[in-house]
C-alpha cells in the first residue's frame, strides 16, 4: 500500500496526479458549516478534509491566563484517528503542539487583538483526512473561520506550501510527494501586506531553490486568497437570498 | 514564556536599532562570544556545553539498542528532547515539556535529521529489529535568548563527540565488548537565528531583544550552504524580501561559525 512510486514527475513534466508543477490541487471551501460555533469553514483541498471552528471572543479560560491589553488566541490543531493510514492515537502529539503553536503565530499577526481585553479566542481544527499540507489547508480555513466570526482583521491569512520533487520546484505538494520529494516549504501570507505570518522548510534547498520555492508559494497563496474571499461571499449572498 | 519589559527599555532597544546599534555594542548581524567544551558528562555517550553570551545549553547523548521505525528498518533512530528546566530562568516552571520546549527540540530535530548529519544506516545491528536509538537531551541551563542557535550548536558539538558501544551478535543476542567507536557523522548543520525588530533584521537576539521583537526566523545551513531547515516564530510577520536577506545572511553567518569551530 505504501509503496513508493518510481518516478514523481513523467516525461511530460506531469506529477503524479497529473498536475503540472505550478497547478494547485481542486480546493472547496465552505463557510458556516457549524451552527454552535461562532465562525467554521470546511476546506477539501485534494484529498485533505479539514474542519475549522471558531469561538469567541469569549471569557477567557482559565481565567488567570487573560491580559490587561489584548485577547488571547488559543489554537488547537488535532488530527482525527482515522485521517491517516496508521490510526493516529487521539492524544495530542508533539507534532500537533508544534503546529498549533505555529498555526496560531501565522493567525496572530492579521487579529486586531487589542479589541477585545481580558477575553480569549478558540480557534479548534480537526483534520478529518490528511493528504499533505493539512497545516496550510488549516490556517487557510482559520482565517476565514476568524472572519467568519466577525472578528476585526487586517487581512484574510492564506497558506500553501511549495517544495522540491525530483529536480523541480513545485506547487501545493500532495502527501506521497512531501514524504518521498526533496523538501517541503509551508508558507502562510497576508496577500494585501504582503506579510510572511509563517514560514517552515524540511529538506535540503539551495538558496536561490528556496528563494523561489517561496515566491511559488506566494504565487499559490494568491490564487487560493481569491477563492477564500469568494466563499466567504457566497455565504453570505445565500443568506440574503433566503431572506429576501 | 511570560516576560515583561519596561517600555523604556523596549524604546532604547528600538531607537538603537534604528542607528544599527545594540545595547550590548554589537553589530546587527554579529553573534555573542561562542564558548564550547565536549565530554564534560562522563555517563553519557556524548556531552558538550555551549556558551552564547551568558545563554548556556548543556546537552547530553545516549544512545541504547532500541527497535527501528518500519518504514526505515536498516536505520538507527534519532529522538531529540528539550528541557527548559526551572533553573534556567524565573519563567520556566516544572512540568511536562510545553509548546516551547517541544519547538525548540523540534527545532534542533529537524536540522539535525534533514542535514542527514548522522549517518543512520550505520547504526544498524540487525535490520529491522536491533538498532541504535540515539538520544539528544538538551538542558538548557540559562536563558539569555537564542535558545535555537545554542541548542542546535550544543546538540552537534554533543553528537560529534558521541562514542558508540562496539557489540557483537552471539546466538542472535547483542553483547556489548569493551571499547567504543564515534558516532558516524556525515554533515555539521549550524542554525541561525534573527529577530526582526522595528523592521529591522538582527542575528543572535539575546533576552531582552527577544523580548521586543515581533517575529523570528531561525534557518539552519548545512556544509555546502544549503538551507536544510527553517521556522518562523513569534507574533509578527516577514516581507518576502526579509526572508530572502535572512537567508543569504544566514549562509554568511553559518559559514563564519563553521570556520571558527572548524567544522
Known sequence: MNQKPEKLIDKK???????KADELRPIKIEVGVLSNADGSVYIEQGKNKILAAVFGPREMHPKHMALADRTVLKCRYHMAPFSVQERKSPAPSRREIELS??????????????????????VFIEVLQADGGTRCASITAAALAL?????????????????????SVVLDLMDTEDKVGKADVPVALMPNLNAITLLQMDGVLTVDEFESAVNLAIDGCKKIYTMQKEALRNKYTEAKEVEE | MASVITRVKQKQIEQLIAKGKRLDERGLTDYR??????????????????????TEVLVGIKVEIGEPFPDTPNEGVLTVNAELVPIASSTFEPGPP??????????????????????TTKLCI???KKVFVVFVDVYVLNHDGNLIDASALAAMAALLNTKMPNYEIEDGEVKITSGNTPLPMNRHPITVTFAKINDKLIVDPWLEEEQVMDARLSIAIDDDCNICATQKGGRGYFSPKQVSEAARLAVEKAQEIRKKLDW
Open chain 2, 126 to 128: 540487525e535490520p529491522g
Open chain 1, 147 to 167: 472572519a467568519d466570526a466577525g472578528i476585526p482583521m487586517r487581512d484574510l491569512v492564506v497558506a500553501c506550501a511549495a517544495g522540491k520533487v525530483e529536480d
Open chain 1, 13 to 19: 513534466g506531469l506529477r503524479l496526479d497529473g498536475r
Open chain 1, 101 to 122: 503553536k505555529v498555526i496560531r503565530e501565522s493567525l496572530e499577526p492579521s487579529i486586531f487583538l487589542e479589541y477585545y481585553p481580558r477575553t480569549g479566542i478558540d
Open chain 2, 98 to 119: 510545553d509548546e516551547n520546549s517541544i519547538e525548540l527540540a523540534r527545532i534542533v530535530d529537524r536540522g539535525i535529521r534533514e542535514s542527514k548529519a548522522i549517518d
Open chain 2, 33 to 54: 562570544e561562542i564558548k564550547l567544551e565536549q565530554g564534560i558528562i562522563e555517563r553519557a555517550e556524548g556531552s558538550a556545553r555551549v556558551l552564547l553570551g551568558k
